[in-house]
């Protein structure tokens, strides 16, 4: 579905007067999202994730510098003419959502996105928040009268209504109760087992692990490896990149176990 292919980006800056540099943010990235499975992207907090979810919807700043190829479904990626309806992101920043506009008004705009006739779109829209938990307060009002989980919930809805068949959740469970945060993958993971691709951007390794068929490790803008879940296991041994291991022994639940241990 998505090929990223020895994806490098970097940042122009001035140095000195006359003189310009680009300073690196991903170097060599490659992986694949196919249909029907869930891609973990896990990182540190500058590892590049959030990074590579702008490149893949065309929402580098005007100074980024970027080479590589991306495809969707076999064809070069036109970020613009599919962002939003065949690829949709749910971000992780609020402030996506538009401060001057009710929440439920917002997901109304993203039924009309989805062409859903002008009757349909609101009973459509209560559905969706309802299905994230939220009621009809919580659509009454504004995004700043909103918590931080309840306002994320609110983009998850928007990005469900389109029905796009890549969705990229960025840190989707930031700011989320447990019972939240389970309704919340769940629902990613019955997407792609409807035959859709999601790919989940996420610092929290143990959360994902449960929903994801493969996870890709980033560590200061390179790629470490791309692993089945399964590999996930025991002592980590299945892994092949010290790094990795070292991300899986580090979980309390694993127990703190030597990598050299059985």
């Known amino acids: 579905m998505l ?25 060599d990235v490659s992986l694949r999202v196919r249909a029907g499975e869930v891609l973990a992207v896990i990182g540190a907090s500058g590892a590049g994730k959030s990074l590579l979810a702008q490149a893949i919807l065309g929402l580098l700043p005007p100074n980024a510098a970027m080479s590589g190829e991306m495809r969707f479904q076999g064809a070069p990626l036109d970020a613009p003419r599919l962002r939003g309806r065949r690829v949709a992101l749910v971000p992780q920043s609020i402030a996506w959502l538009d401060p001057l506009v009710r929440a439920g008004r917002q997901v109304e705009w993203a039924a009309g996105r989805a062409g859903l006739p002008a009757p349909d779109r609101a009973p459509a829209a209560a559905a969706a928040l309802a299905r994230f938990g939220l009621g009809m307060a919580a659509a009454r009002r504004f995004p700043h009268q909103l918590s931080g989980g309840m306002a994320r919930r609110a983009m998850l809805a928007i990005a469900a209504l389109g029905e796009a068949e890549l969705l990229i959740a960025d840190e989707p469970t930031n700011g989320l109760d447990p019972e939240n945060a389970a309704r919340v993958l769940g629902h990613l993971r019955a997407r792609a087992d409807a035959g859709r691709g999601v790919l989940v951007i996420s610092h929290d390794l143990a959360a994902v692990l449960p929903l994801a068929d493969r996870v890709a490790i980033l560590r200061e803008g390179a790629l470490q490896e791309t692993a089945p879940a399964a590999a996930f296991q025991g002592n980590g041994m299945a892994l092949a990149s010290p790094y990795a291991r070292a991300l899986w022994q580090a979980l309390p639940e694993v127990g703190f176990l030597p990598a050299e241990a059985g």
């Not at 020895?6 to 170097?27: M, N």
């Open 3 to 27: 090929e990223v292919s020895r994806l490098s980006i970097g940042f122009r800056r001035p140095r000195g007067l006359w003189r310009r540099e680009v300073v690196p943010a991903l170097r």
